[in-house]
């Protein structure tokens, strides 16, 4: 029997460095994704994996990693005026976050998918870039995501839409303030809560006054506020406003038509709990010129569909926090000793590093299956339902499940973790993000409704049985969870039962889905814990008999 010593200190040197782990940088973070891998592979097995493969390598870079940092430590800082007193409202962004803007524009990030030919994979291909970029800085990805979610809807105005397709879909990014034809690249964002409603836009007072006709269709002075106004510098944004015919979806610009700047006035930049690369405004819109998109009181149904997409990019965006979180935690494990052991060899950590392995690639593979759906469903009608009824469900689900992942994986570091030191201590900035995608875009009792609207159409239960039919007999407790839920959406008529609802519907299809893309240690893990009730109320409490080195050799290969 070996007794470990304590390492012998140099008196003379008091501040030797050791055992103390390396960054997790330079590194590709596709490759040492097997899950990743595998969902791709189920739901897109002729996918070229090279541009990912190139990301990945970027994401994972030191360099990213230095942007990612001074990008949150440097704020956007807003000028509202200039020095001689005349109106600019300019948010200002360190070189960081344009070098990161350009990184997700070049990768295709933002609107590409609704551009390029139709392949059947464009937007899995999109959303695992969009997981990898998230690893390096999600908060630059607001106004990629937004403008990804929105393009679809401004095909609702035809003369818009062809004079700002092209530069939408341009990967070359372009920062400058500038009339859109003179850019070799546009992003869009959106305004749509006012402070009295928040998610319940129909009570935005906003006003839009018909101020007749042009080259882009119909126009409106638009006169009221939004108090949620993410991403102001983007060139041009969809907002809602109270029409004479009711709530209407609009296209207001930042730069007008005739050269001159639209009337939108930044009040202040939200000072949030994370997402700090990110500007989040209050606005004011002073007889701002806007163009309907859509017909009058169409602006409801047209934000659903937007928020649909924003929605599947929150929970990929929390996959691929957990995913980064997690390979931070086993570097850092596997290179920390205590108590004579490497922290990753000893028992009870290991339990926890497994559970958490086990939620990432559970959350992975939901989100891949989601976009799946996106690909599919203009073509099929089984997708198009599971596209309703999961967006909803992942959202829900993998969101909330991220800031108590979060908080386990920086325990792992102990007191490293916690500590930011200059912005160097990304799992800090990890944590401060995690419930950003759990509140925009609908917290979770807006998914909860949503979802409620889903299992209302008398085909939902049927979809949720076909989808979970494969899995049928694989392992007694998703047997009898598949078995009731489709019982239970059809009898679905009390809101207080929908958040359950969501838990066990997304409980049901990453236990199938890991089925057919993970290891069976992976799966039945999985399985005992989450659907058996092997497990405990927190990570780290599997059962014992759980394959702890297959779950972790999967989890970020050596």
């Not at 360099?63 to 807003?78: C, D, G, S």
């Not at 800085?137 to 403008?147: I, K, Q, R």
């Not at 992975?364 to 999961?390: G, N, P, Q, V, W």
């Not at 979809?463 to 407790?477: D, S």
Request: proline share 4%; aromatic share 6%.
């Amino acid at each position: 029997m070996t007794t470990a010593t304590a390492p012998t200190a140099n008196p003379a040197r008091t501040h030797d460095v050791f055992n103390q782990s390396t960054p997790w940088a330079d590194v590709n973070l596709f490759t040492t994704n097997p899950p990743l891998q595998d969902a791709l592979r189920l739901h897109a097995s002729n996918l070229p994996l090279a541009g990912l493969t190139a990301l990945g390598a970027e994401m994972g870079s030191a360099e990213m990693q230095a942007h990612a940092r001074l990008a949150n430590v440097h704020k956007p800082q807003l000028r509202t005026h200039d020095r001689f007193g005349h109106r600019t409202d300019v948010v200002e962004f360190h070189p960081s976050y344009h070098a990161l803007m350009g990184a997700a524009l070049r990768h295709g990030l933002h609107a590409t998918p609704w551009s390029r030919e139709d392949t059947g994979h464009a937007h899995i291909e999109r959303a695992a870039g969009f997981m990898l970029f998230t690893e390096a800085e999600p908060s630059v990805l607001c106004p990629v995501s937004m403008s990804y979610a929105v393009t679809p809807a401004l095909r609702g105005n035809a003369a818009v839409w062809a004079d700002w397709s092209k530069g939408l879909a341009s990967t070359q990014y372009d920062q400058r303030l500038a009339l859109f034809s003179q850019k070799s690249a546009l992003t869009m964002g959106m305004g749509m809560t006012e402070k009295q409603g928040g998610s319940d836009v129909r009570a935005n007072t906003t006003q839009a006054v018909p101020d007749g006709d042009d080259a882009w269709g119909a126009r409106y002075r638009i006169t009221g506020h939004k108090w949620f106004f993410s991403a102001p510098m983007c060139d041009a944004f969809l907002i809602l406003a109270q029409a004479p015919g009711g709530l209407t979806c609009f296209f207001l610009p930042r730069v007008l038509p005739d050269d001159t700047v639209n009337t939108i006035r930044i009040q202040r930049l939200k000072d949030k709990l994370g997402n700090h690369a990110n500007a989040s405004s209050e606005v004011e819109f002073i007889d701002a010129l806007a163009w309907r998109v859509g017909e009058e009181c169409r602006g409801v149904a047209q934000i659903l569909e937007m928020g649909t997409m924003t929605r599947l990019d929150c929970a990929l965006g929390t996959s691929g926090l957990m995913r980064q979180a997690l390979s931070i935690a086993l570097h850092h494990t596997r290179q920390r000793s205590a108590f004579g052991k490497k922290l990753i060899d000893q028992p009870l950590m290991r339990n926890v590093l497994a559970d958490l392995a086990l939620e990432s690639e559970a959350a992975t593979a939901l989100s891949i299956r989601l976009a799946s759906a996106f690909d599919h469903k203009e073509k099929s009608e089984h997708e198009a339902i599971m596209a309703r009824l999961l967006t909803p469900v992942a959202k829900f689900w993998v969101c909330k499940r991220g800031s108590a992942f979060a908080q386990e994986a920086m325990e792992c570091l102990g007191g490293n973790g916690y500590v930011e030191e200059g912005g160097e201590g990304v799992m800090a900035r990890i944590y401060r993000e995690m419930p950003l995608n759990s509140i925009w875009e609908g917290a979770g009792n807006i998914m909860a409704l949503d979802l409620m609207r889903a299992v209302r159409r008398a085909d939902t239960a049927a979809a949720l049985a076909a989808a979970l039919a494969p899995a049928r007999g694989a392992h007694p407790a998703l047997d009898r969870l598949a078995g009731a839920l489709p019982l239970r959406v059809d009898a679905m008529t009390t809101e207080a039962e929908a958040r359950r609802l969501a838990q066990d519907v997304a409980l049901a299809v990453q236990a199938s889905l890991l089925l057919r893309s993970a290891p069976g240690a992976v799966f039945r893990a999985f399985c005992d814990s989450r659907l058996s009730g092997d497990w405990g109320y927190s990570f780290g409490t599997l059962g014992a008999g759980v394959n702890l080195d297959a779950i972790l050799a999967r989890a970020l290969p050596t």
